[in-house]
């Protein structure tokens, strides 16, 4: 089966979905088999409770191996419990650790939604001086270079507690006169 640039052995009695939000709720709908969902939203698929797999895998591709970041999210309230020995086989040496889908979307607050933001924000900056200040946080901008925009933006706008974010910043705000 292909559809969103995707392909899915028809065989296959599980499929990991590492699609935008809204492709993953694409292939869940059809019911065909049990999904795995790894974004870094959660709370959009409380209504597939119990039919689907919820991880988020904390590491991507440029810290997989690097031995530090080794924790995998199992979202307790959406996923069918019975995959969670599944997923702690599959994830081996891993530490696999359960949450709410609530619990897990005001975590990324801090952890994604945050620093997605202060990325794109020193990405915009075009210093035409460079201060050592500068030269720290440039590297900053390398966090969403090369992710895809749509995840990342789905990150974003579909965290429901995303607004906490703002109330972050505008606390940081509240210096400037």
Request: proline share 4%; no cysteine.
């Amino acid at each position: 089966m292909t559809g969103n640039g995707v392909e899915i052995d028809d065989d296959a009695d599980m499929a990991f979905l590492s699609v935008p939000i809204g492709s993953a709720m694409d292939y869940i709908s059809r019911g065909d088999r049990i999904y795995v969902e790894v974004s870094s939203v959660k709370s959009v698929f409380r209504k597939y409770s119990g039919s689907i797999v919820s991880i988020h895998p904390l590491f991507g591709p440029s810290s997989y191996g690097d031995g530090v970041h080794r924790t995998v999210v199992f979202i307790s309230d959406i996923s069918n419990v019975k995959y969670k020995e599944i997923i702690e086989e599959m994830f081996r040496g891993y530490d696999v650790v359960s949450m709410t889908a609530e619990d897990h979307d005001r975590m990324m607050v801090s952890d994604m939604i945050i620093p997605y933001l202060i990325s794109m924000l020193v990405g915009k900056i075009e210093a035409r001086y460079h201060t050592r200040s500068f030269d720290v946080v440039r590297d900053l901008a390398s966090l969403v270079e090369g992710e895809n925009p749509e995840v990342v933006m789905d990150t974003i706008r579909l965290n429901p507690y995303a607004g906490m974010a703002r109330e972050m910043i505008n606390d940081v705000m509240s210096v400037i006169p």
